[in-house]
């Protein structure tokens, strides 16, 4: 590697991630998923938005906290508040980051911040200094900088490295931008920026052309060296550039790109599935790396020539990124220790006994539908085990008749705020009745946005896992709940969803449109 150089992998999932409809979050999932980010070895986590809301404060002041390897960043807008609430999140940190930004576009600067050129600039270099004033590490943002003008750019990102900005982030916020234009951007700009050579150059790239991989490689052969990512591509509208895609891009082609990275890729797939469990946004099977259909071939012409070898339709190892590196984990017989150790390596960790013994009574009744618990399935639980102990509204039984020629009726019984009330209806399926004698119960008025069903792992005995996604006055939020039988998952995500719904955990950003 002597004659290339680092990439820093910087990490959005926790921040644009969280900002896709219905995928908030809760403090422990961040945790959950920021301990993933750390064993991949990812440079920077981005955490949150520190004043977007309470919420957001005490989980990126939590993963600061927790996690000792890697740069943990809060976003904050060009505003004295926002930055100092951001660094007082991140006191607890090893190493801090403040990510600040101001829209530097003719449409943003002219119609959302209504503000003249030279009063943006100003703004920037005064944000710079505050947090520069705050921690040893700040990043600059010009957000919709694919939409911005070349010259307006060049000089603002010279007065922001003036003021002490060393990352300097160019955001094509809108996904608008082409791979030959961005990459052409980032030479000029670091070309003609007189301290360019006193910042390491950022993309930012989001998918609204399905370009965002495409926009950072471009980026990254032009002289930038630090990518921003999530992971599954998760982010706001179409999502970001996914972190997997480009990592394995970088080191399949490792003959086309001057860089390398430090992330460790078999935790790719483990981090994929344990982001898809929390926020209940399935992977689809023929994406790339992380999709179940990745390393599959159904053709006979490609299985005869894999058998032969390999490398023939393969360019990277299933292995490589993680599949199949934890076959089964444990079974009914399994005992506490073991089952605390297993969780332990996922770097789940109870801070009570009694979540423990939740969890594991848990473990042995699915133990008893399931002969094989793979970690898949423990991610699964644990979710279901968190959510459970924070829920006003619970499943306490539920009865399905469904026969053929007539119509599907369920009879369903819920605690609610301790009180226990039943319901039976009748639907055009299962789930539907399901669904319908929740309502007669809860009488919650919101819209169903979205019902789907994953297998968790391969086989009829898998549990399913499914996701719900309701809307209420705006407010949109994902449940999700799995189990060996479909309609009692269905059950338990319309319910995680509900009460998500009850709680108003649902936030809205100040920051409207995202980097």
Known sequence: MSDKERLVIFDTTLRDGEQSPGATMNQEEKLRIAKALERMRVDVIEAGFAIASPGDFASVKAVAEAVKDCRICSLARAADADIDRAAEALKG???????????????????????????????????????????????FSC???????????????????????????????????????????????IARIPNSDKAVFSVHCHNDLGLAVANSEAAVLAGARQVECTINGLGERAGNASLEELVMAIATRHDAFPVYTNIKTE?????????????????????AIVGANAF????????????????????MRAEQVGWNANRMVLGKHSGRAAFADRLDSLGVQFETKEALNNAFARFKELAD???????????????????????????????????????????????????????????????????KAIEEIVNSGTNLLLYSVN?????????????????????????????????????????????????????????????
Do not use: W
């Open 369 to 435: 539908k399931k002969h094989e618990i793979f970690d898949e399935d423990l991610q699964a639980l644990v979710s279901d085990t968190y959510r459970a102990s924070d829920m006003r509204v619970k499943l306490v039984d539920l009865s399905v008749s469904s026969v053929m020629g007539e119509t599907p009726e369920a009879e369903i019984s819920l605690s609610v705020d301790d009180k226990e009330h039943s319901a039976k209806a009748k639907g055009s399926g299962p789930v539907d009745a399901t669904f």
């Open 93 to 139: 940190a090893n190493a801090a980051r403040i990510h600040t930004f101001i829209a530097t576009s003719p449409i943003h600067m002219k119609h959302k911040l209504r503000m003249e050129p030279e009063s943006v600039v100003e703004r920037a270099v005064a944000a710079v200094k505050r947090a520069r004033n705050l921690v040893d590490d700040v990043e």
């Open 455 to 515: 297998a968790i792992t391969s086989g009829t005995d898998s549990q399913g896992e499914v996701t719900v996604r309701l809307e209420k006055g705006g407010s949109v939020v994902n449940g999700s709940g799995a189990d060996t039988d479909i309609v009692i998952a269905s059950a338990k995500a319309y319910l995680d969803a509900l009460n998500l719904i009850l709680s108003d955990y649902s936030k809205a950003h100040p920051q409207s449109d995202g980097v």
């Open 296 to 315: 599959a071939h159904e053709a006979g012409i490609h299985q005869d020539g894999v058998l032969k070898h390999r490398e023939t339709y393969e360019i």
């Open 143 to 189: 957000e919709d900088a694919g939409r911005s003008e070349l010259d307006f750019l060049c000089r603002i990102i010279e007065a922001a490295i003036d003021a002490g900005a060393r990352t300097i982030n160019i955001p094509d916020t809108v996904g608008y931008a082409l791979p030959h234009q961005f990459g052409e951007t980032i030479t000029q700009l």
């Open 267 to 287: 935790e790719i797939v483990p981090c994929s599935r344990l982001v898809s469990t929390i926020t209940g946004f399935p992977v689809q099977p023929n994406k």
